[in-house]
């Protein structure tokens, strides 16, 4: 336990307890995350309400609501979601719960209905969240006081799209996306514009749990650090697959004998965002090649330049995009301090041509399908995680710590070159496989915790300001 937190201040989680969680000193060259922030079952429930109902969530892609009435039904942290797109051209989203007694609504992921009818007690809205009917209304002696209620459906209290991506929070109280996005706008825009037509999720997903917490995940897309180790059989089959010049091919977009002449960078942002890089000698591999001097004409030589790179980001706190060995969107629900819902979708550009979807399938199930080399050693260490976490005794972990040194405030030489302000930049050879961006997520997981604790706004205090 923490030195100096008693009981009580657990029970209550105390302010003076939150801010003991993460050491954050970098004058001192320390970033230190506490085992309590991934073990502790009341740190977990005052996440639900202090991180993922008061700043914004991923939700979808517009592009997965095409045409009037079509729907998707997704959550924020442990509160279903309704997004619609009704005959108007508006897409909303509210929460997916009926006014009358709390049902769930809609039980489909998705689909395309003009009305959603409680399976309950059979009120009725449409697709714009309007009750347009309550059963048997007329005969069922309800007071005068009841014409006076709001019956429709709770719309989300902000909700907005960037480049086809759809966000939305359960408060109002965020700032606007944009400014929440801020510079990792720029990494965003690397995965979204690769398309003329825009993208969109190729058919199908991938969902499963894990018995961990989902902080686990949070950090794994950005660490290179365990590539090396838990990925050992990956990492062989790569090589047998270079050298014998056979086998799966299609997957071969990164020569691993020549890793640790390359370079990368993590880059860390306001609001609990980060990216990470890599240079990488196959270009010639990744799908997006194929159509490289088109991307080239619309977007520029520089985001076509860094469309070639690999690249992990993360949207705190629930969403990623990895341009790895594929080209993905991932989410992560937290649905207890040791269960986690995991949700995976290849991402395409629209009208992409058949031999090149194909090859992007090959290279997304190699290596994140439940049966592909990643997935399944990943989540057998967030499990481990939580059976050692369990441990307090512990203390801090110290995951964080590597790159610190290297570590510069501000822009390095390519992030200036693209425009690009981060709040800190890591910058060396494969092997550096720098943890500094964990920062900017444990910084922001703090600061929400805290302030929700003491009663304040999400956003009035930001460091900085939100941007």
């Known amino acids: 336990m923490i030195e100096g937190v008693n009981a009580r201040m657990i029970r209550g989680m105390d302010t003076r307890y939150l801010e003991q969680l993460v050491d954050d000193r970098p004058a001192d060259g320390v970033f230190r995350v506490h085992a309590d922030v991934y073990a502790s079952s009341e740190l977990f429930e005052l996440e639900q309400k202090h991180v993922f109902e008061r700043t914004w969530i991923f939700l979808g892609l517009e592009s997965q609501l095409p045409r009037p009435n079509d729907y998707l039904v997704t959550w924020i942290g442990r509160l279903p979601v309704l997004v619609t797109h009704a005959a108007d051209g508006v897409r909303r989203a509210f929460l997916n ?130 590539l090396t180790s838990t990925h050992v059989s990956f990492m062989e089959v790569q090589r047998r697959r270079a050298d014998l010049v056979s086998g799966h091919q299609e997957a071969r977009q990164f020569d691993w004998k020549k890793r640790f002449e390359q370079e990368g960078g993590a880059y860390t942002f306001r609001n609990g965002h980060n990216a990470i890089w890599l240079n990488q000698s196959e270009s010639s591999k990744r799908p997006i090649f194929s159509q490289i001097a088109e991307v080239r004409d619309r977007v520029g030589e520089l985001k076509a330049e860094w469309m070639l790179r690999l690249r992990n980001l993360t949207v705190f706190p629930s969403m990623q995009i990895a341009d790895s060995t594929s080209l993905l969107i991932r989410t992560f629900r937290p649905v207890a301090v040791d269960r986690t819902e995991m949700r995976y ?113 999400a956003w009035a205090h930001a460091v900085g300001g939100p941007r």
């Open 97 to 226: 719960v009926c006014r009358h007694k709390g049902t769930l609504l809609c039980r489909l992921e998705s689909g395309n209905s003009r009305f959603h009818v409680c399976p309950y007690h059979g009120w009725a809205y449409d697709a714009t969240g309007r009750a347009v009917d309550i059963k048997d209304q007329a005969s069922g002696g309800y007071a005068e006081a009841f014409s006076g209620d709001d019956h429709n459906l709770v719309p989300l209290g902000a909700f907005a799209a960037y480049k086809g991506l759809l966000f939305g929070s359960v408060s109002a109280d965020v700032p606007p996306l944009e400014d929440f996005l801020g510079d990792l706008k720029f990494f965003l825009d690397l995965a979204m514009e690769q398309g003329p037509q825009g993208m969109e999720f190729v058919p199908g997903r991938i969902g499963f749990t894990y018995n961990g917490n989902w902080k686990a995940q949070l950090d794994n897309s950005s660490d290179a650090y365990h």
């Open 345 to 457: 979708y290849c991402l395409a550009p629209i009208g992409e041509a058949a031999d090149v979807r194909a090859w992007r399938l090959r290279q997304f199930e190699d290596f994140f399908n439940v049966s592909g080399f990643a997935t399944p050693d990943d989540t057998t260490m967030y499990e481990d995680m939580a059976v050692g976490l369990k441990a307090s005794q512990i203390g801090f972990v110290q995951g964080y710590s590597r790159g610190i040194a290297v570590q510069v405030s501000g822009a390095d030489a390519l992030a200036r070159a693209a425009g690009v302000a981060p709040v800190s930049s890591a910058h060396g050879m494969f092997d550096l496989q720098a943890e500094t961006w964990g920062h900017a997520l444990y910084r922001e997981w703090a600061r929400l915790m805290r302030t929700g604790a003491a009663g304040d706004p």
